[in-house]
């Protein structure tokens, strides 16, 4: 990076915290790992060694900070929701993701990657997509970085999400269908490993969330811990104190981790809320699937189930393994809320708030409307991971508006 | 160390050392027409049987073999059922399973490698278990006498291809080329560079798969290799064509190696 007007930025050395590096064979606990063909394994540690190489050095983050703050558009501010507060009782903080480039948190996980992608020498990016949120920033990433880059996204997604894919496509990118399983996101996943798989010399493929084979989980929670790091001094300089609950909507959970990762080590209650239909830590057991071990919805001989959710960014059967572990060690709760509660939330939060909320972020809200009187009085911040334009056609469907 | 050597990799060696060319065919369990399309192939000419226990997210697989593993599990196909059918097949070449790890994890290794040994497998192969997590696995299939054929990939560095063949019984399954199973117009230069890196530093049967589509492929990989493993050519015909199609095939494969 050529010398620009960016601050002087220590990296700081690693403090004592609940959410340390995974241990070498990328474990959390007993969950996690790096279940992939024997193809993928030396791609898996050119990774690692080039993100640990990365994560240290000091131009690679400053240059990071300058993209998330110049492109991105860091910090995103914290909303405080009066009216809604008072509805419920409540003091409701918003951390709002949703007003990054690009509509949602994903773009910090993306620009990490696409960076480091490039200083690997790839000249190709692969991700998957279940909101098409991951896929236009991936896309965006590799416009903005002149990088190729396809997109796998589920057939039924495609149909839900259409405003995203062709957002994906004026960006340059190709969207390919997938038809195989439940043509969601699990499926979109199994395509972009069977692409890496055969391209994995010139390709690196943007995983959007804190899940599969090591150094993953690991390294998209440090690109989205710049959220929780954000919002823990915002909560302190305006509460001088942090917050009694932080909440969050759980896919693969990188929004969650994000923000958790700012109050792991805190007081703080964490909850991460799933879909009804796709609650791995409720309803599922560790399993292994696409490259990790993790809480997983299966059947009796370990077959896969499907999630069934309306919103595509959480139509996911698994979850990331560090959620699993702060699940086993009691550290984090992850309940689930309804199809129904979520669509009410979304609309009690248009509202109210004058806020279009994603209807994955609409989950963490539900929750929060339905636990309110649990917790009267307690201060509540919400990671809004995204915004909800992308889902107003299907809502519109939905209610017949 | 000293090992006993499997049923498996005792019958490919002794066939290999007597100048012969070593074929297995692969066939997604519990498929419609499964079982005689294993019978075909054993009396065409198989030297072993590889047999999918289908999974419903086969990542290492292309198009073909996900048809075949999806219409197999939609027709009820279950890790129990299919072993329960592989104990009425009757045939007298070696049988190694394929399914993805967490069909093992889930009943656990212990309990799957006894599974598998009470229905008279010889071997297994999980490829999405790479030798870093192998472990808890292998252990469990040693005890129970299972041979576990390990994948190695045209990817791997000088280093890790050693440490893989020390920890491989049966055969080594030398992956032919970058991507997931499926035809191929040709055989790709990886099925026969790494082939030749294995040879180098192991006795152990060296077998191509992945991506050998044809007879003139497979004479291609003999060359170098021990052997092939061939996959969605044969799945496909039982696909179109039914188990007798199979035969045929297996027929045409063998006679080609043999030349
Ligand atoms: C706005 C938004 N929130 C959340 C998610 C779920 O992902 P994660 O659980 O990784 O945050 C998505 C995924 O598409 C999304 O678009």
């Known amino acids: 990076m050529t010398e620009r007007d960016v601050p002087e930025r220590d990296v700081p050395a690693a403090p004592a915290t609940l959410m340390s590096e995974p241990s070498d064979t990328g474990r959390f606990g007993e969950f996690g790992g790096r279940f992939v063909p024997e193809t993928l394994v030396p791609a898996c540690e050119e990774l690692e060694a080039a993100f640990r190489e990365a994560w240290a050095d000091t131009t690679f983050r400053l240059e990071l900070d300058a993209l998330l703050r110049d492109y991105a558009g860091r910090p995103s501010i914290v909303t405080e929701c009066a009216n809604l507060g008072r509805q419920l009782g409540i003091r409701l903080l918003l951390k709002r993701e949703d007003l990054n480039h690009?509509?949602?948190?994903?773009?910090?996980?993306?620009?990490?990657?696409?960076?480091?992608?490039?200083?690997?020498?790839?000249?190709?990016?692969?991700?998957?997509?279940?909101?098409?949120?991951?896929?236009?920033?991936?896309?965006?990433?590799?416009?903005?970085?002149?990088?190729?880059?396809?997109?796998?996204?589920?057939?039924?997604?495609?149909?839900?999400?259409?405003?995203?894919?062709?957002?994906?496509r004026l960006l340059g990118s190709e969207v390919e269908p997938v038809h195989s399983?439940?043509?969601?996101?699990?499926?979109?996943?199994?395509?972009?490993?069977?692409?890496?798989?055969?391209?994995?010399?010139?390709?690196?493929?943007?995983?959007?969330?804190?899940?599969?084979?090591?150094?993953?989980?690991w390294m998209v929670r440090e690109f989205h811990r710049v959220i929780g790091d954000e919002a823990f001094r915002q909560c302190n300089e305006r509460l001088g104190d942090v917050p009694d609950l932080v909440v969050a909507c759980v896919g693969g959970g990188s929004n969650a981790i994000g923000i958790f990762s700012g109050f792991v080590d805190t007081r703080s209650r964490l909850i991460g809320v799933e879909p009804a239909g796709g609650a791995a830590v409720e309803r599922g057991q560790p399993g292994v699937v696409h490259g990790m071990r993790s809480y997983l919805m299966q059947d009796e001989y370990g077959q896969v189930l499907e999630a069934h959710s309306i919103s595509a960014g959480l139509d996911y059967p698994g979850v990331g393994p560090e959620h699993s572990h702060l699940a086993s060690i009691h550290r984090a709760e992850y309940p689930n809320v309804t199809d129904d509660e979520v669509v009410g939330a979304f609309q009690q939060l248009a509202r109210t708030e004058g806020i279009i909320t994603a209807l994955e972020s609409a989950h963490a809200l539900a929750w929060i409307i339905r636990e309110a009187h649990t917790f009267p009085g307690a201060t509540v911040l919400m990671n809004l991971s995204g915004r909800g334009d992308k889902d107003v056609a299907q809502i519109m469907e939905l209610l017949e508006l | 160390m000293t090992l006993t050597i499997g049923r498996m990799e005792a019958e490919l060696r002794a066939k290999r050392d007597a100048g012969r060319k070593l074929l297995v065919p692969y066939i997604t369990g519990g498929l419609r027409g499964w079982q005689d399309a294993v019978r075909a192939a054993a009396a065409s000419g198989a030297d072993a049987i590889e047999i999918g226990i289908p999974f419903s997210d086969p990542v290492m697989?292309?198009?073909?073999?996900?048809?075949?593993?999806?219409?197999?599990?939609?027709?009820?196909?279950?890790?129990?059922?299919?072993?329960?059918?592989?104990?009425?097949?009757?045939?007298?070449?070696?049988?190694?399973?394929?399914?993805?790890?967490?069909?093992?994890?889930?009943?656990?290794?212990?309990?799957?490698?006894?599974?598998?040994?009470?229905?008279?497998?010889?071997?297994?192969?999980?490829?999405?278990?790479?030798?870093?997590?192998?472990?808890?696995?292998?252990?469990?299939?040693?005890?129970?006498?299972?041979?576990?054929?390990?994948?190695?990939?045209?990817?791997?560095?000088?280093?890790?291809?050693?440490?893989?063949?020390?920890?491989?019984?049966?055969?080594?399954?030398?992956?032919?080329?970058?991507?997931?199973?499926?035809?191929?117009?040709?055989?790709?230069?990886?099925?026969?560079?790494?082939?030749?890196?294995?040879?180098?530093?192991?006795?152990?049967p060296v077998l191509v798969g992945v991506g050998v589509s044809n007879a003139q492929q497979a004479r291609e990989a003999v060359r170098v290799a021990d052997g092939v493993v061939q996959g969605a050519s044969v799945v496909r015909r039982l696909l179109e064509h039914g188990a007798d199609a199979v035969g045929q095939y297996v027929a045409e494969v063998r006679a080609a190696i043999d030349e």
């Open chain 1, 102 to 168: 690009t509509g949602s948190h994903k773009i910090n996980n993306v620009l990490g990657q696409a960076l480091l992608a490039k200083r690997m020498g790839k000249t190709r990016l692969v991700a998957e997509t279940g909101a098409g949120q991951h896929g236009v920033a991936t896309a965006t990433a590799a416009a903005l970085l002149g990088m190729e880059c396809k997109v796998y996204m589920g057939a039924v997604d495609i149909e839900r999400q259409a405003l995203n894919v062709f957002r994906m």
């Open chain 1, 181 to 217: 399983g439940s043509r969601t996101l699990k499926d979109a996943v199994n395509e972009a490993m069977r692409d890496w798989v055969a391209t994995v010399g010139d390709t690196h493929y943007c995983l959007g969330s804190v899940m599969g084979p090591h150094p993953y989980p």
């Open chain 2, 61 to 204: 697989d292309g198009p073909v073999i996900q048809r075949a593993s999806q219409l197999a599990l939609a027709d009820g196909a279950t890790p129990v059922s299919v072993l329960a059918e592989v104990r009425d097949l009757d045939v007298s070449v070696p049988l190694a399973v394929m399914t993805y790890y967490n069909t093992v994890h889930h009943p656990g290794p212990l309990r799957f490698a006894e599974q598998l040994a009470s229905a008279g497998i010889a071997a297994a192969i999980v490829p999405d278990l790479p030798l870093d997590e192998s472990g808890p696995w292998c252990v469990a299939a040693d005890a129970a006498g299972i041979e576990t054929i390990m994948l190695a990939a045209p990817t791997a560095p000088d280093a890790r291809l050693p440490r893989i063949v020390a920890r491989c019984r049966g055969f080594v399954y030398s992956v032919g080329l970058l991507g997931v199973t499926g035809e191929r117009d040709q055989l790709a230069s990886t099925a026969t560079s790494l082939a030749a890196r294995l040879k180098m530093i192991t006795d152990v």
